[in-house]
């Protein structure tokens, strides 16, 4: 190093200093980089780009050929994810995503999205009926966001709206008071898991809320209905 003529406080400088000349270009070299995809290498990429000031995009959709003919295969069931962030431009990151015939998960399409917001979902599900052929999912897998659900209700009216199971049992430990949690937690397993239909699972899950003495607990009632 001692020979090369510079340390690396240097490199850093310099690297400090290309990053401020790309600063307020992220707009620009995405759609670039998706135009070039289109043109060059991938007629069918589909994207799309919206801005909500200069330089700075407050969504955007994208999906290839490859995920576009997928979901001609695999699209009757789609789960929605929104629970991955970046830090660095505060969007969220929001997978739509499938399972093929081998039990694989498969990408379906791709959203970066700045705001959770009802009109935001419904944007993003409007230009994944644009890009898919096939029309709407029979079935979407979400968390519990309000907002996201009345999206669902307005661009797929026809899909069924399922509440992720994961994302529910994983608030047990949460909502539940400790003692009740750490006696009954089993049994909320078993009522869940190991049940064959409606009325097998109705009387599970009577026996073990009356037991833990949460009979009246909101949150649990509001996940029963």
Known sequence: ?????????????????????????DVELVTEYFMAEQKKKNEAFYFKIEGDGP????????VDATSRRAYGFYGDVVVFDTTFN???????FAPML???????TIVLACEFLSKETTESFVWMFEEF?????????????TDQDAAMARAISIAFPTTFHQLCIWHITSKFSVKLPHSAYKEYWREF??????????????????????????????????MFD
């Open 1 to 25: 190093m001692d020979k090369i003529g510079f340390i690396k406080k240097d490199i850093y400088n310099v690297e400090f200093s290309v990053n401020g000349k790309l600063r307020n270009h």
């Open 55 to 62: 330089d700075r995009f407050s969504r955007c959709f994208w």
């Open 189 to 222: 397993q078993k009522a869940i898991w190991d049940t064959n239909n409606k009325d097998e699972f109705d009387a599970k899950w009577n026996i073990v809320v009356t037991k833990a003495g949460l009979t009246d607990h909101p949150w649990l009632s509001s």
């Open 98 to 104: 499938g399972v093929n015939n081998h039990g694989q």
């Open 86 to 92: 970046t830090n660095r431009y505060d969007l969220t």
């Open 129 to 141: 009926k644009k890009a898919m052929l096939g029309g709407e999912p029979k079935m979407i897998i």
